[in-house]
């Protein structure tokens, strides 16, 4: 305690609550830079994910397309198509409706050599 404090102590406690109130407001700023930060983020995700589900939407719609054409055109059957799927499903190891990329990628790398 300052001799300043003892002669004037309703001044030093202005002076103390101004600080506290400047650290606060210092706080207070902090914290707001981080909800812009993390909305922003938060908005750059969801544009993402909007974005991807259009992309997975537009190559549903052209796989679908060249099933039913090729399906027409007896290239190959609908049923022939489900029993190769039915096989690479099991190739992973897990029957779950879906193959991870990498090992389609696998897949693919292994057939061209």
């Known amino acids: 305690m300052s001799l300043m404090d003892l002669l004037f102590p309703q001044i030093a406690?202005?002076?103390?609550?101004?600080?506290?109130?400047?650290?606060?407001?210092?706080?207070?700023?902090?914290?707001?830079?981080?909800?812009?930060r993390q909305s922003a983020t938060l908005q750059?995700?969801?544009?993402?994910?909007?974005s991807l589900e259009d992309d997975l939407g537009y190559v549903t719609l052209v796989l679908s397309g060249l099933?039913?054409?090729l399906d027409e055109k007896g290239v190959i059957r609908r049923?022939?198509?489900?029993?190769?799927?039915s096989q690479l499903d099991g190739v992973d190891g897990?029957?779950?409706g879906k193959i991870s990329i990498q090992m389609l990628k696998f897949l693919i790398e292994k057939a061209s050599h």
Do not use: V, Y
């Open 44 to 50: 750059a995700l969801k544009s993402r994910i909007d």
């Open 67 to 69: 099933m039913s054409t």
């Open 94 to 96: 897990i029957r779950d």
């Open 13 to 36: 406690t202005a002076t103390h609550l101004r600080s506290i109130r400047d650290q606060n407001a210092e706080t207070d700023g902090l914290q707001r830079l981080r909800e812009i």
């Open 79 to 85: 049923d022939d198509l489900k029993e190769e799927l």
